[in-house]
């Protein structure tokens, strides 16, 4: 089966830093899209960012100029770089991946969660 497992999550001040990690494991025969959403408690889940397998980026408005998506293929991870955080931006953090397996069958996947809590 393949998993996705997040991590780095925490609580930091408004203006701090985090950096969280997904790393895909399991049957993996091709990891595709690769992308980070969020939910703030009463909200929807949104789209953060994604990252294509060839490395083409996309941010939501809401974090363009602070985060940053970006992925390592040899290690089957994506990262969020975030930067200048804002109470706002305090959510659970999820990991979804399009991951063909190695049947050849290919879904979207979602990791578990990682809670990011921005406060003072």
């Known amino acids: 089966q393949v998993q996705l497992v997040e991590s780095g999550g925490g609580l930091v001040q408004p203006g701090g830093s985090l950096r969280l990690s997904c790393v895909a494991s399991?049957?993996?025969?091709?990891?595709?899209?690769m992308g980070w959403y969020r939910q703030a408690p009463g909200k929807q889940r949104e789209l953060v960012a994604t990252?294509?397998?060839?490395?083409?980026?996309n941010h939501a408005d809401s974090v363009k100029g602070r985060f940053t998506i970006s992925r390592d293929n040899a290690k089957s991870t994506v990262y969020l770089q975030m930067n200048s955080l804002k109470p706002e931006d305090t959510a659970v953090y999820y990991c979804?991946?399009?991951?063909?397996?190695?049947?050849?069958?290919?879904?979207?996947?979602w990791g578990q969660g990682t809670q990011v809590t921005v406060s003072s």
């Open positions: 979804n991946a399009n991951i063909m397996d190695t049947y050849r069958f290919t879904r979207a996947y």
């Open positions: 399991g049957s993996i025969f091709r990891i595709n899209t």
């Open positions: 990252v294509t397998g060839g490395g083409s980026t």
